[in-house]
């Protein structure tokens, strides 16, 4: 399974989604992260990944959870994903697009849920409400959701 990071920068009443430009989850909004690389944190990982794909400098993040995520196929595939949330309402730098991603803040109540992973509805508002979560989503191949289940684990 993969080891990968999320992270969305907020403030009290927007959140920071990016538009994925290319590869998987392309045409989709979504926090910045990516791939845990060999020797490298969680927190290490979405650091770096935040500044590759629009730029900013994460300072304090916040743990918010854990989300696995499972595709069709055995347990080998780069689809199946074991992914650690953050939030960041602290970094350096002004958010800009780059090849990979195009960053736009929205307030608390228009998050487009309707242009997101269909997942996010069931875990993201328990993390904009400072909840730390652990979940976990099925897919089928045709990348629709079959199966999820999320809990709180506690207040941040």
């Not at 080891?3 to 969305?8: C, M």
């Not at 979405?46 to 900013?56: D, L, Q, S, T, W």
């Not at 904009?128 to 941040?156: A, P, R």
């Amino acid at each position: 399974m993969v080891q990968a990071t999320l992270l969305f920068l907020r403030n009290e009443d927007s959140i920071l989604l990016a538009m994925k430009k290319r590869g998987f989850g392309v045409d989709k909004w979504n926090g910045v992260g990516g791939k845990i690389e060999e020797n490298e944190t969680p927190s290490l990982a979405a650091i770096r990944e935040c500044k590759e794909e629009i730029g900013v400098t994460p300072e304090f993040l916040t743990d918010a959870g854990t989300l696995t995520f499972n595709f069709p196929s055995d347990d080998a595939s780069p689809m199946n994903t074991e992914v650690r949330v953050f939030t960041c309402t602290h970094w350096k730098g002004e958010p800009h697009e780059t090849e990979e991603m195009r960053p736009q803040w929205f307030a608390l109540t228009e998050i487009p849920y309707d242009q997101m992973w269909v997942d996010d509805q069931y875990w993201l508002p328990l993390v904009l409400e400072n909840k730390i979560i652990e979940g976990t989503f099925t897919f089928n191949e045709k990348e629709e959701l079959v199966d999820h289940s999320v809990k709180e684990i506690h207040q941040m």
